[in-house]
């Protein structure tokens, strides 16, 4: 679903380029659930913006679905640190927002909104928000505005999810509650997930494959594959063989801090 061959990206600072990723490869197949995890400012953010077709890249090819990506990737749903929904309109209305924009939803949306707004509900239902279709973003707790905005990345029926840090800004209880809804939904419809964080229990639990990257300038410098059978329990956490994971990630990504 994703390549990424030699990839290299320059931006433009104040005395000169800064070269965020330099020679970075990277595969994630069809239905594939991958982890990028490095130290801050490595360029794991750069990545996903590369990815969906936000920045070209300075050298190399990164590629989305088997072609060239040449602007912003229709197929892909994101997810951020901050929900950022729109605080004016109803959970309902934020979910529906990209089928307002992106088409072939745009240009049906008035005939179609029925359908659409069950699909909304279903969603919901998923993630645990049944019956809040109708509340502001100001009536629900982070956790919750976070299920929401889950939902609006999946509305569209993407092929691909970018996730850069969805669950950074939650409590420890929460994240873990959100990682199993993830967990779910990925289950129940196999899009390709690409999710970019910090926190390697996040990342072990979750993924079938973790990235890690070296410090800036930015390449894959290991890729760790996870082999816990699915679906996960939260129990798995508290394996040694999951622990030795974390720790030898944590160390690596030390090492490579330190330079």
């Known amino acids: 679903m994703i390549s990424l061959k030699d990839v290299s990206l320059a931006y433009a600072g104040r005395t000169g380029p800064v070269l965020a990723l330099e020679g970075t490869t990277i595969n994630v197949g069809r239905g594939e659930f991958a982890a990028v995890v490095g130290p801050s400012g490595c360029g794991k953010s750069t990545l996903m913006k590369l990815v969906t077709g936000l920045v070209k890249p300075t050298t190399g090819l990164v590629a989305v679905d088997g072609a060239p990506v040449t602007g912003p990737v229709k197929m892909a749903g994101m997810a951020f640190q901050n929900a950022n929904l729109l605080p004016w309109r109803t959970v309902t209305d934020n979910i529906l927002l990209p089928l307002e924009i992106v088409e072939p939803y745009r240009g049906k949306f008035r005939s179609n909104r029925a359908e659409y707004v069950a699909k909304v509900e279903d969603l919901l239902a998923t993630v645990g928000l049944k019956g809040f279709g109708d509340r502001f973003p100001w009536e629900l707790s982070g956790g919750m505005q976070q299920r929401a905005s889950l ?77 816990f059978s699915r679906p996960r329990d939260l129990e798995v956490c508290y394996d040694k063989a999951f622990t030795d994971i974390v720790h030898d990630l944590r160390n690596q990504i030390a090492q490579v801090r330190k330079g």
């Open 151 to 227: 939902c609006r990345s999946l509305i569209h029926e993407p092929a691909l999810l970018m996730l850069d840090e969805p669950f950074a800004a939650l409590d420890a209880f929460t994240r873990e509650e959100l990682w199993c809804v993830l967990r779910d939904v990925w289950q129940r419809l196999k899009f390709t997930v690409v999710l970019v964080t910090h926190d390697l229990r996040e990342a072990v639990f979750l993924a079938d494959t973790v990235h890690v990257m070296s410090a800036r300038p930015g390449r894959i410098i290991e890729t760790r594959d996870v082999s």
